[in-house]
Structures are given as C-alpha cells and as structure tokens.
C-alpha cells in the first residue's frame, strides 16, 4: 500500500466553527507533514513530525494544532479560522533517517479543499 | 522564502517535444527533487538526484544538477498531452530543529494535441 489517504476531499466551515482533517499511510512511514498550498503557489511546509513527535512548526497559528496519535495517523485541528486560511491542505509521509533529513521521497495525499467564509 | 525557482513559470508545447525546466537555489544541498502535480491534487514524486550526481534519467525524465551554479534541470522527452501538469523542484534545508523541504514556485506545462 503506497497511499496516502485524507479526508475529507472538501470542507466548508465557518470562522466559528472547529473542525478536523484526517491523514492516513500505512506504509510504515515515521515521518509525516502538513502543507498548505494556494492557489498557484507551491506547497508551504506547516509542520513536521517525526516518529509521532512534533519536530517542526513553520510558526503556524495557532488556530492550527497539529496531532500525531500513532505512526499512522496524522490530525490537523481547525478552529476560529479567517477566510485567507482557505486553501488546499496536503499530507505527507516519508521513511525518516532518523536524522529527520528528508533523504527519500515524500508521499502525497490527495488533498483537503478547505474554504472558509 | 523558497529556496528554489524554477523557470520558466509557464511552458506550451506541442505533443512530441521535449520540455526543459530549470532550478535554481540558494544554500548547499543535500539532494534536489521533481515532483508533478496535476490540477487541484497531490503531488507526485518524479526524480531525486543527490549532491554527488550529476545526471539521473528515469523513462522519459532526464535531471541534471550542477552544484557549482547551483542549478537543476528537468527534461521531459517526447512529451504527451498527459504530461501537462504543474512540475516543482524541491531542496532539503535545516529548519530549526529539523529539515524540511522548500518547494520551488513551480513551472506550469501545458502540452496541446
């Protein structure tokens, strides 16, 4: 299995609302990442985390919270965002040196299309 | 701020040419990337060539990297209306406790029939 998987596809959501988007790959990467990506821009690294911990946060808002709860699975926790957060957020997995140098390919998912009025 | 450009920023050809896009990044490098993303969906791994490499051909892909300029070059051979797709180049660099990608803006391909 060389997917990874997201959902949901498309999310619609309020300023007030809280919502969450779910990553998952089970090809036994321990490295996984959060990227957002706007339109006609190249992706934006978020966060990092290597083998479930945290290692890297792009000082993102914290509107934005980043779970890891096992090697599999990847969370991103929405709340009280604003319209300019609207964007397509994209998961990522890759096998981790162990160094957490990104020596080998990332695995993309498809993609959550996150709109937020 | 992204480590690497590509140019150009927009390419049209015609269906049997080749496409040759180009990268440029700032600080040393312990490999470079391609990755193609179609419209609106993930991104797709193409191609890693290592400081040390030269060269890196895989099908109708051929990369170059030329770590004294600091560039990299992605040639699509004999392309097809399939290859349109936005293509980027990616380094690794050291972001604080760890290291990261940095995506380069990307070139966008659109081969015709």
């Known amino acids: 299995d060389t997917e990874v998987t997201q959902t949901p596809k498309h999310l619609v959501m309020g300023m007030t609302n809280k919502k969450s988007l779910k990553c998952e790959q089970h090809?036994?990467?321990?490295?996984m990442y959060w990227y957002k990506q706007k339109a006609k821009k190249p992706p934006e690294l978020m966060f990092v985390?290597?083998?479930?911990?945290?290692?890297i946060n792009e000082s993102v808002p914290s509107r934005f919270s980043p779970e890891c709860p096992n090697s599999s699975l990847l969370n991103l926790h929405l709340h009280a965002l604003q319209p300019e957060d609207s964007a397509l957020y994209l998961c990522?997995?890759?096998?981790?040196?162990?160094?957490?140098?990104?020596?080998?390919?990332?695995?993309f998912g498809p993609g959550t299309r996150l709109t937020v009025l | 701020s992204q480590q690497g450009e590509e140019d150009p920023q927009a390419l049209s050809i015609q269906e049997g040419e080749n496409a040759t896009m180009n990268c440029s990044y700032k600080t040393s490098i312990n490999n470079l990337q391609w990755y193609r993303q179609n419209s609106g969906r993930g991104l797709v791994h193409l191609i890693l060539?290592?400081?040390?490499?030269r060269e890196k051909h895989s099908g109708r892909l051929r990369v170059t990297l030329d770590t004294s300029k600091k560039s990299s070059s992605l040639l699509i051979t004999a392309s097809r209306a399939a290859d349109t797709a936005s293509y980027f180049c990616a380094t690794d660099v050291v972001r604080n406790s760890g290291y990261a990608l940095n995506f380069g803006k990307g070139t966008s391909l659109l081969v015709t029939p």
């Open positions: 990522a997995s890759s096998q981790d040196s162990g160094r957490g140098r990104p020596e080998n390919e990332q695995f």
């Open positions: 060539i290592r400081s040390n490499e």
């Open positions: 090809m036994g990467h321990r490295a």
């Open positions: 985390y290597s083998y479930e911990k945290l290692s």
